[in-house]
């Protein structure tokens, strides 16, 4: 089974703290998402990386960065967490073989900006 | 801007009834994604479909491609049905843009 590993269920952070969350993948797919979901406003796309080194921005990129040093491992990067970034966040991977596009998910990480 | 319109938002329902969640969407797409995201928030996919429909156990999802629209279905359904249900679509092909999400419905099965 695809295993998508998020680093943290549930994060608690003080306004302008760095914060970084983590996402693995164990299928060596080449395509990574970071996605923050919040109530009445769904699932958004934040950042996404389709290799190593390379990234794009989704539809609410504001206020991230992302890194992707390595293929199974795709860090989303606060880099100064403000309240308004309080959400559940989700990351995901796929492969560009799959021409169909299935996403998997990782559990999803929590985050409280206080 | 592509769109992925969801209904209902909520819906509350008695054990055993047949359960229909509506998917609409703005513009021609590659694949439609059908997800079940449990409380807890791990998210599960169910379906993914180009045309036609598809059926797993009691779920069954279909969709008609001339009018945008998709729909999920659950026979005869049972508390453990009870999840958000979440279309997300995929306008690039491929997927490596990522998806489009509706906003999800919120399913709750009585005993």
């Known amino acids: 089974d695809v295993k998508v590993t998020q680093s943290s269920r549930y994060l608690v952070k003080r306004t302008g703290e760095k914060v970084f969350l983590e996402c693995v993948q164990d299928m060596d797919h080449e395509n990574m998402f970071w996605y923050r979901q919040d109530p009445g406003l769904g699932l958004r796309l934040i950042y996404f990386?389709?290799?190593?080194?390379?990234?794009e921005k989704g539809d609410i990129p504001e206020g991230y960065s992302v890194s992707r040093e390595k293929k199974e491992r795709f860090s989303l990067i606060l880099e100064s967490a403000s309240t308004n970034q309080t959400s559940m966040y989700l990351c995901?991977?796929?492969?560009?073989?799959?021409?169909?596009?299935?996403?998997?998910f990782g559990a999803g990480t929590r985050l409280s900006v206080l | 801007k592509n769109e992925v319109e969801q209904s209902p938002q909520n819906l509350t329902a008695q054990e055993g009834e047949f359960i229909t969640i509506n998917c609409s969407y703005s513009v021609g797409i590659s694949a439609l994604h059908w997800l079940q995201q449990h409380p807890g928030g791990g998210i599960v996919s169910l379906f993914m479909l180009s045309s036609g429909k598809k059926k797993h156990g009691r779920l069954i999802a279909t969709i008609n491609i001339q009018e945008k629209h998709s729909s999920l279905h659950i026979t005869a359904s049972h508390p453990r049905d009870s999840a958000v249900y979440i279309c997300a679509v995929d306008f690039s092909g491929g997927g490596a843009d990522g998806l489009t999400f509706g906003k999800g419905t919120h399913l709750i099965i009585q005993p």
């Open positions: 995901a991977s796929s492969s560009p073989d799959d021409s169909i596009g299935i996403q998997y």
């Open positions: 990386s389709y290799d190593v080194k390379m990234k």
